[in-house]
């Protein structure tokens, strides 16, 4: 008996979403930032770091020019803890209309968001 099912596959760029890992994002952002001029500030295995102050803060800190970027980094299905949102809407005000000149821009990028992480840091 055959099955009238079809079964669906995953397309290349959703094979390649899910393999990409947080790290593999991180290496990319870091280097294309690198090139693009902006100070960087990771802390590498922060949860073995010796911490003060609140848990859950960004991944990065990119500076240039006097704009500033809080950039939380996630897998595809990765989910942001409450600390990190504590922290993100911390930095970027609870209503974007109301933000000021020179206040940070704050990002959550996943690999799907690698062009408009890439775009972001031109």
Do not use: I
Request: glycine fraction near 6%; include cysteine.
């Amino acid at each position: 008996e055959t099955s009238n099912r079809m079964t669906r596959r995953p397309t290349d760029e959703q094979r390649f979403l899910r393999a990409t890992t947080e790290d593999e994002l991180l290496t990319a952002v870091l280097e294309w930032a690198s090139l693009r001029g902006w100070l960087c500030h990771h802390d590498r295995r922060s949860d073995l770091a010796l911490q003060q102050g609140d848990a859950g803060f960004f991944d990065l800190v990119l500076c240039r020019s006097g704009e500033t970027l809080f950039v939380e980094l996630k897998a595809e299905t990765g989910k942001l803890t409450t600390e990190q949102m504590a922290w993100v809407l911390a930095a970027a005000g609870q209503d974007p209309s109301t933000r000021q000149a020179g206040h940070p821009k704050v990002y959550v990028f996943r690999p799907s968001d690698l062009d408009r992480a890439l775009e972001v840091l031109r």
